[in-house]
């Protein structure tokens, strides 16, 4: 493992060592519902958006039957609501019709579902079944890559295939939510005093 690459794990494992996801959900599809909400979102105002949402709909079913315009408005505040409305209804149909109303297993037939690109299919796959077959590629995580020196793409899948290839496989899911959490607390996206982020100082004369 390279040594630069070794220092961000220890050190991410020590400041986060029981990072997770953030998303509250309480099932599979609800967990998919969030994802999709957190494009362009934070999971803080998504988290405030899926108490009211998912009581109004509690079953994949309430999501086939709801009215698009009503849809809209219950998630108006998360951002991009027409795109999101248009996919998670559209996700909802082909998850009953399709996949017989269980979320599926590969990145394949995840790819095949409305609203779903690596990211989501990465973050779901990994939370519903513990199956990691990538790095979700987050706005945190595309930043700090960057900012690390793991990568010198912008496009999310070329950061990912760069990051799986210097991340060992069994770090791939926490390493996800350690650098969100990392870019939350420490290395914000606004001006600050980066010299002083823990990952800095743990990279200092490390050429």
Same mark, same amino acid.
């Given at each position: ?79 991009? !609501? ?13 998850? %009953?019709?399709?996949? +017989? $109303?269980?979320? *599926? ?69 926490? !390493? ?13 996206? %606004?001006?600050?005093? +980066? $010299?002083?982020? *823990? ?9």
């Amino acid at each position: 493992m390279d040594g630069r690459v070794k220092i961000i794990l220890e050190t991410l494992k020590d400041l986060f060592p029981e990072a997770h996801i953030a998303l509250s959900y309480a099932n599979h599809w609800e967990l998919m519902v969030a994802v999709q909400l957190s494009t362009q979102c934070t999971d803080k105002k998504v988290n405030e958006v899926t108490p009211a949402l998912f009581g109004k709909y509690p079953r994949l079913e309430d999501y086939c039957a709801a009215d698009p315009a009503e849809f809209e408005r219950d998630i108006h505040s998360t951002g991009f !609501f027409r795109n999101k409305t248009k996919n998670i209804l559209a996700a909802a149909t082909m998850v %009953r019709d399709r996949f +017989h $109303g269980e979320l *599926p297993r590969t990145m394949e037939e995840m790819l095949s579902i409305p609203g779903v690109a690596r990211k989501t299919a990465n973050v779901v796959l990994g939370n519903a079944y513990g199956i990691v077959l990538g790095i979700a590629v987050d706005t945190h995580v595309k930043r700090l890559a960057k900012v690390l020196g793991l990568t010198e793409h912008a496009d999310p899948v070329k950061i990912e295939r760069d990051l799986m290839r210097l991340i060992p496989r069994e770090e791939w899911f926490a !390493f996800t939510y350690r650098l969100i959490d990392y870019g939350r607390k420490w290395c914000v996206a %606004r001006p600050h005093a +980066h $010299g002083k982020c *823990p990952l800095t100082l743990a990279l200092a004369g490390i050429s």
